[in-house]
Protein backbone atom coordinates (compact mmCIF):
# COMPACT_ATOMS: atom_id res chain seq x y z
CA UNK A 1 0.00 0.00 0.00
CA UNK A 2 1.41 3.59 -0.30
CA UNK A 3 1.81 5.90 1.80
CA UNK A 4 3.02 9.44 1.81
CA UNK A 5 3.72 11.36 4.89
CA UNK A 6 4.35 14.89 5.29
CA UNK A 7 6.30 16.67 7.83
CA UNK A 8 7.77 20.10 7.95
CA UNK A 9 4.86 22.32 8.56
CA UNK A 10 4.78 24.94 10.87
CA UNK A 11 4.13 28.85 12.10
CA UNK A 12 6.34 31.53 10.18
CA UNK A 13 6.54 34.74 9.69
CA UNK A 14 6.11 36.67 6.90
CA UNK A 15 9.60 36.59 4.93
CA UNK A 16 10.97 32.80 6.53
CA UNK A 17 11.69 29.91 5.05
CA UNK A 18 10.42 26.61 5.47
CA UNK A 19 11.11 23.14 3.99
CA UNK A 20 8.55 20.59 3.82
CA UNK A 21 9.22 16.69 3.25
CA UNK A 22 7.37 14.25 1.87
CA UNK A 23 8.62 10.31 3.23
CA UNK A 24 6.84 7.54 0.74
CA UNK A 25 6.86 3.80 1.59
CA UNK A 26 5.29 0.96 -0.51
CA UNK A 27 6.00 1.29 -4.21
CA UNK A 28 9.24 2.32 -6.56
CA UNK A 29 9.41 5.89 -5.68
CA UNK A 30 11.38 6.38 -8.54
CA UNK A 31 8.89 5.62 -11.32
CA UNK A 32 6.47 7.79 -9.83
CA UNK A 33 6.01 11.60 -10.46
CA UNK A 34 5.57 13.85 -7.39
CA UNK A 35 3.75 17.01 -6.37
CA UNK A 36 2.52 19.62 -3.90
CA UNK A 37 -0.74 20.62 -3.81
CA UNK A 38 -2.02 23.31 -1.04
CA UNK A 39 -5.71 24.12 0.17
CA UNK A 40 -6.46 27.42 2.36
CA UNK A 41 -9.04 27.63 4.42
CA UNK A 42 -12.69 28.50 2.21
CA UNK A 43 -10.35 28.18 -0.74
CA UNK A 44 -10.29 25.49 -3.34
CA UNK A 45 -7.49 22.93 -3.67
CA UNK A 46 -4.93 24.82 -5.71
CA UNK A 47 -1.55 23.52 -7.27
CA UNK A 48 1.70 24.35 -6.25
CA UNK A 49 4.71 22.80 -8.18
CA UNK A 50 5.77 19.68 -9.27
CA UNK A 51 8.48 17.28 -10.41
CA UNK A 52 9.10 14.67 -13.21
CA UNK A 53 10.95 11.06 -12.47
CA UNK A 54 13.59 12.87 -14.80
CA UNK A 55 13.67 15.78 -12.20
CA UNK A 56 12.00 18.20 -14.22
CA UNK A 57 9.70 21.14 -12.46
CA UNK A 58 6.11 23.09 -12.60
CA UNK A 59 5.67 25.94 -10.48
CA UNK A 60 2.57 27.88 -9.85
CA UNK A 61 3.11 31.31 -10.85
CA UNK A 62 2.25 32.33 -7.46
CA UNK A 63 5.18 30.19 -6.05
CA UNK A 64 7.63 30.44 -8.69
CA UNK A 65 11.41 31.86 -7.59
CA UNK A 66 10.37 31.40 -4.35
CA UNK A 67 9.75 27.54 -3.70
CA UNK A 68 11.68 24.58 -4.67
CA UNK A 69 10.94 21.31 -5.62
CA UNK A 70 13.06 18.26 -5.67
CA UNK A 71 13.62 15.20 -5.08
CA UNK A 72 16.14 12.03 -3.04
CA UNK A 73 15.04 9.18 -4.68
CA UNK A 74 17.64 6.57 -2.68
CA UNK A 75 15.45 8.25 0.59
CA UNK A 76 11.89 8.24 -1.30
CA UNK A 77 11.48 11.64 -0.21
CA UNK A 78 10.18 14.92 -2.27
CA UNK A 79 11.01 17.96 -0.85
CA UNK A 80 9.25 21.35 -1.15
CA UNK A 81 11.54 24.69 0.31
CA UNK A 82 9.70 27.56 0.61
CA UNK A 83 11.46 30.64 0.98
CA UNK A 84 10.17 34.19 1.48
CA UNK A 85 7.09 32.92 2.63
CA UNK A 86 3.95 35.18 2.02
CA UNK A 87 0.85 35.71 4.26
CA UNK A 88 -1.06 33.99 1.27
CA UNK A 89 1.00 30.76 1.80
CA UNK A 90 -1.04 30.13 4.60
CA UNK A 91 -2.92 26.59 3.90
CA UNK A 92 -2.28 22.82 4.13
CA UNK A 93 -0.13 21.24 2.29
CA UNK A 94 -0.33 17.74 0.98
CA UNK A 95 2.46 15.81 -1.66
CA UNK A 96 0.99 13.20 -3.91
CA UNK A 97 1.97 10.53 -6.41
CA UNK A 98 1.08 9.85 -10.14
CA UNK A 99 2.05 6.54 -11.79
CA UNK A 100 3.71 8.60 -14.53
CA UNK A 101 7.31 9.73 -15.16
CA UNK A 102 5.49 12.46 -16.11
CA UNK A 103 4.12 15.53 -13.56
CA UNK A 104 0.93 16.98 -14.30
CA UNK A 105 -0.38 20.58 -13.18
CA UNK A 106 -4.00 19.17 -12.41
CA UNK A 107 -4.04 17.71 -9.21
CA UNK A 108 -6.90 15.45 -10.44
CA UNK A 109 -4.02 13.46 -12.15
CA UNK A 110 -2.17 12.31 -8.75
CA UNK A 111 -3.97 9.00 -7.33
CA UNK A 112 -2.01 8.78 -3.94
CA UNK A 113 -2.39 11.82 -1.04
CA UNK A 114 -0.39 12.27 2.16
CA UNK A 115 -2.74 13.72 5.01
CA UNK A 116 -0.99 17.21 5.04
CA UNK A 117 0.95 19.41 7.08
CA UNK A 118 -0.15 23.05 8.28
CA UNK A 119 1.99 25.81 7.42
CA UNK A 120 0.70 29.34 8.65
CA UNK A 121 2.86 32.34 7.66
CA UNK A 122 1.88 35.64 10.00
CA UNK A 123 2.56 39.30 9.25
Known amino acids: QVQLVESGGGLVQAGDSLRLSCATS????????MGWVRQAPGKEREFVSAIWTGGQTYYADSVKGRFTISRDNAKNTVYLQMKFMQVEDTAIYCC?????????????????WGQGTQVTVSS
Open 26 to 33: GRSFEDYA
Open 96 to 112: ASRSSYLASRDYRDYSH
